[in-house]
Nanobody, 125 residues
Framework: QVQLVESGGGLAQPGGSLRLSCAAS????????MSWARQAPGKGLEWVSG????????YYADSVKGRFTISRDNAKNTVYLQMNDLKPEDTALYYC??????????????????WGQGTQVTVSS
């Protein structure tokens, strides 16, 4: 069965950095798109970033462009989200997601979605 386990969340100061990791198992990792989404308190889900299995297609929300970087290590079945220059508005529960693919420039997942349990990111001084 598909398992996605996020880690790396925590408390960061504005301007600081965090790196989220998502360890995947139970499927052929390199053949699926992996993405990150977040949900802030009282707000809807926002797709933050995504990457195809071969790295040929990536997506970044406008709100994180230039600050966040997605990467993946197919040998380790892990996807990462490097978050720099964090802002209080980045505070949210961050989820890792597996999909067949996604569309750009407007992110829409293709196929079914498998979710991790989420990791909390809080940006505050």
């Amino acid at each position: 069965q598909v398992q996605l386990v996020e880690s790396g969340g925590g408390l960061a100061q504005p301007g600081g950095s965090l790196r989220l990791s998502c360890a995947a198992s139970g499927f052929a990792f390199s053949t699926y798109a992996m993405s990150w989404a977040r949900q802030a308190p009282g707000k809807g889900l926002e797709w933050v970033s995504g990457m195809y299995g071969d790295g040929t297609k990536t997506y970044y929300a406008d709100s994180v462009k230039g600050r966040f970087t997605i990467s993946r290590d197919n040998a380790k079945n892990t996807v990462y989200l490097q978050m720099n220059d964090l802002k209080p508005e980045d505070t949210a529960l961050y989820y890792c997601a597996k999909t067949d693919g996604f569309t750009v420039p407007v992110f829409r997942p293709v196929g079914g979605i498998d979710w991790g349990q989420g990791t909390q990111v809080t940006v505050s001084s």
